[in-house]
């Protein structure tokens, strides 16, 4: 089998999925090149030493090292320290892949026929394989501004907790935006935290920043009417991404790919008062990412069923007329982590395979 092809069928046992596509072979054939790609094909999503991937490799530890810290500083696998070792191990195609080489800002010819190839891939197999089951990778968080008031607030459902959580913050270039350039958003806005956050960092991927500055991020996402959301689970955040519905990924699932399931709603829905509601449109003519807010005899009117709970109208609307309502049921949200992986691997069938490329 070709090398690129075993790669492409190990990254593929992931939650993520990486769908068999002409479009991927050549981003794997530009990301690595074929002495690279026999090497990593000897990884896994656990990290591993230089001494064991070298082992596997049939390579001496030397041009393992030097094969892996070329790898890691392009991005396109991770890198982690403790006590003194570091070992390596493969990154998924989202989060990871696909956002990771752009987050120095891109503007090589190069990242140009990258974001040409990954779009094509997005809409050709990735975006239906990402959002490919009823349990969403990635969720909606609101503005917190919106929420304040409300009595029944969990943590994870606060964008500053995810923060607060976070042992290491750093902040990145938007790589939907980047790749795509279709919008004047923000760009510097993706939040990352932990471990991935300082590799990025370390590897000039990314600018380690502060909680305050973090939370200066996040309003400035929220003032540019972006769409924070994060992993669909309770544990930690990973990563707040901070979305705009012509470049991201996340949100293009639905507003290009039409999937219902591309990510899970917040647990409230917006709401308006009709009394105070002049009809000026600015809810959903500008702010809106869902298409979820039409003016109707001059007041808007919400379609709840398509409106995703992210708060940006609330804040634009002149009249305070939009409030945010806890849904009667609120969209179901993985424990861990791990819970979620698990529980898509179990979905997608690829349990088995993702155990066995782990122990593997």
């Known amino acids: 089998m070709d090398t690129y092809e075993r790669l492409r069928e190990i990254l593929d046992a992931h939650p993520s999925g990486a769908p068999k596509s002409a ?8 990301l690595f090149s074929p002495e690279e790609a ?43 320290t403790k006590d003194g070792t570091t070992a390596y191990a493969l990154l998924p195609t989202i989060p990871g892949l696909f956002e990771f080489p752009f987050m120095k800002g891109g503007g090589e010819p190069v990242h ?52 607060d959580g976070a042992s290491y913050i750093a902040v990145t270039d938007c790589a939907c935006r980047v790749s795509v350039n279709a919008c004047d958003k923000p760009r510097e806005v993706c939040l990352i935290f932990g471990p991935t956050a300082q590799f ?29 959301t994060s992993n669909n689970s309770a544990d930690r955040g990973n990563l707040i991404c901070n979305c705009c519905p012509c470049c991201c990924t996340v949100l293009r699932g639905r507003t290009q790919l039409n999937i219902p399931h591309a990510f899970a709603p917040s ?9 105070l509601c002049t009809g000026c449109g600015a809810c959903g003519d500008e702010r809106c990412p869902m298409g979820a807010i039409e003016i109707e005899n001059d007041a808007a009117r919400v379609t709840v069923d398509r409106c995703i709970g992210c708060g940006v ?6 009249t305070e007329a939009i409030s945010l309502r806890e849904r009667e049921i609120r969209p179901g949200i993985a424990p861990t982590v791990r819970d979620m992986g698990m529980t898509i691997l179990k979905n997608k069938g690829k349990l088995e395979r993702f155990i066995e490329i782990m122990k593997g």
């Open 267 to 275: 647990s409230f829905f917006a709401e308006i008062d009709g009394d």
């Open 200 to 228: 990025l960092a370390e590897r000039g991927y990314a600018r380690a920043i502060d909680r305050q500055e973090a939370y200066r991020v996040l309003k400035t996402a929220a003032d540019a009417g972006l769409v924070h």
């Open 38 to 80: 026999a090497l990593a094909v000897q990884m896994s999503f656990a990290f591993r030493t230089v001494a064991d991937l070298a082992d596997r490799a049939g390579l001496t530890q030397e041009a393992a090292q030097r094969l892996l810290e070329g790898l890691a500083d392009k991005a396109v696998i991770q890198s982690r």
């Open 112 to 163: 140009e026929k990258l974001g040409r190839l990954w779009q094509q891939y997005h809409h050709e197999a990735l975006g239906s394989e990402f959002a490919g089951t009823d349990t969403p990778l990635m969720r909606v968080v609101p503005v917190q501004e919106t929420i304040e008031d409300k009595s029944d607030i969990l943590p994870y459902e606060l964008a500053r907790s995810l923060v």
């Open 313 to 318: 109208c609330v804040s634009a609307c002149p």
């Open 23 to 30: 479009a991927f072979d050549e981003i794997l054939r530009i």
